[in-house]
């Protein structure tokens, strides 16, 4: 008897520590899923989906024109089901039911007999099929959810991921276990969560980022082998490539410049004597950090020459001629340069009215130099491909989805400011994080 009552026991008693900090990365991503699951209004069919929508339909034998059916009846299902909400919506409502219908139909109308919702010009399909990567990372999801819920299924995980990535990168810069835990939070709620969750590359290249800067800032902390976090970030950027392969050349590129100025300033430090225990020998790290990134870049740049992969020139042609619908222009760079005075003039003018992405941003770099430094530098790297995405495409109407990188700074900075405010009268203590080992990482609390 007393040996039931003893088993009864151990199966009621609460999990154990181990389980309870093995289960703690992954409540926030569960709960974000079930949000959205649940209440969330569900993801947008973009343009830009169906391209992507189509190809993985080809990927499963499906021919062409049977595809790019699929994918208009789906863009029309979708844009109905929103004019349908909104007239809900409306003080004086129609019938939702005679508006998604009415709007179903128009839809299908418009885009009958298309071989493509946007222009089937081969320069502007080169861009998209050189995208390989999301059409075949999609295939299996529709493949055995159909193409809507597919879409879903597979966006709604990867954000999912992107979620769950942010604990490890934290951890690894050296906070507790709080601090990564609201860094989840921040991403599910930033625009990175939101497009994160959208149909679209954003999500899957999020999370190569995600994963290139956890590699990074476990080599430039000298943690674990550096053949791992080499090949992590090997992986990142492989994935990214073939996801977009201008942002992944852009954040090679960046990262290697970050690991760079971050070794070129320990060194600094260690001339002067102003180096902590762990400054002085993740030296090494940081270079090899930056020569894998370097590499990387090198290896992307060659392989689009070598592949003739479409280039800043056609892209800059398809902005300028909507599409090429218009005819080539003969000065797209001077175009280029015009347009972003106009874009960040503009963009300026937004944040002055309303600052708090500012306020945010500076608040949170502030707690990154304060009390993770080995992640302040990558992290801003990875917002300033954001911005250099904008200034390639300086369309309004796209800033928000490119330059979505640019709040990642504030995810991973403002969980850390509790801590960077209460050491901010003991100076001395700052190093402190950066000299303590991964297997002691600092309490956030």
């Not at 990558?378 to 928000?400: F, K, N, R, Y």
């Amino acid at each position: 008897m007393k040996a039931r009552s003893g088993f009864l026991l151990g199966r009621l008693a609460p999990p154990s520590l181990g389980a309870r900090r093995f289960a703690l990365p992954f409540v926030v991503p569960l709960v974000f899923v079930l949000l959205h699951l649940t209440v969330a209004t569900p993801p947008t069919v973009w343009r830009d989906t169906t391209r992507y929508a189509r190809a993985a339909e080809q990927h499963l034998g499906i021919d062409r024109a049977t595809a790019q059916h699929d994918v208009v009846a789906l863009l029309c299902a979708a844009q109905a089901d929103v004019a349908a909400r909104e007239a809900r919506l409306s003080p004086v409502p129609p019938d939702p039911g005679t508006v998604r219908g009415t709007q179903e139909q128009e839809c299908l109308q418009r885009y009958a007999g298309a071989r493509d919702i946007t222009t089937d010009d081969h320069r502007y399909q080169s861009i998209f099929a050189s995208r390989w990567g999301y059409p075949w990372l999609l295939a299996p999801f529709v493949g055995v959810f159909g193409l809507g819920a597919g879409l879903r299924a597979c966006a709604l995980l990867i954000a999912a991921a992107c979620v769950l990535l942010v604990y490890p990168v934290l951890r690894a810069a050296g906070a507790g276990r709080r601090a990564p835990v609201a860094g989840q939070v921040a991403l599910a709620a930033s625009p990175l969560g939101w497009w994160a969750v959208q149909p679209l590359t954003e999500g899957p290249v999020l999370a190569c980022v995600l994963g290139a800067l956890w590699g990074v800032v476990r080599l430039v902390r000298g943690q674990g082998a550096r053949a791992t976090s080499a090949a992590v970030i090997g992986l990142a950027l492989g994935g990214c490539f073939l996801l977009r392969y201008s942002s992944a050349l852009l954040l090679a590129g960046a990262l290697a410049v970050a690991a760079a100025a971050t070794a070129v300033r320990r060194r600094r430090r260690r001339a002067t004597g102003t180096a902590g225990t762990t400054e002085t020998t993740g030296t090494a790290g940081a270079w090899h950090a930056a020569a894998v990134t370097g590499a990387a870049a090198v290896a992307m740049a060659a392989a689009i020459a070598v592949l003739r992969l479409p280039t800043a020139e056609i892209t800059l042609q398809d902005t300028f001629t909507v599409h090429f619908r218009r005819p080539p222009v003969p000065d797209p760079w001077a175009r280029l340069w015009d347009l972003n005075v106009e874009l960040w003039r503009h963009w300026w003018g937004e944040q002055a009215a309303r600052p708090y992405f500012l306020a945010l941003t500076a608040l949170a770099s502030w707690a990154l130099l304060r009390r993770a430094p080995s992640l302040a530098v990558p992290a801003a790297a990875c917002a300033l491909v954001g911005v250099a995405q904008v200034a390639g495409h300086p369309l309004l109407s796209e800033a928000d989805r490119l330059g979505a990188l640019m709040w990642l700074p504030v995810v991973l900075g403002l969980p850390l400011l509790p801590a960077a405010w209460a050491a901010r009268a003991t100076p001395s203590q700052v190093p402190v994080q950066e000299q303590r080992s991964a297997s002691a990482p600092l309490s956030v609390r």
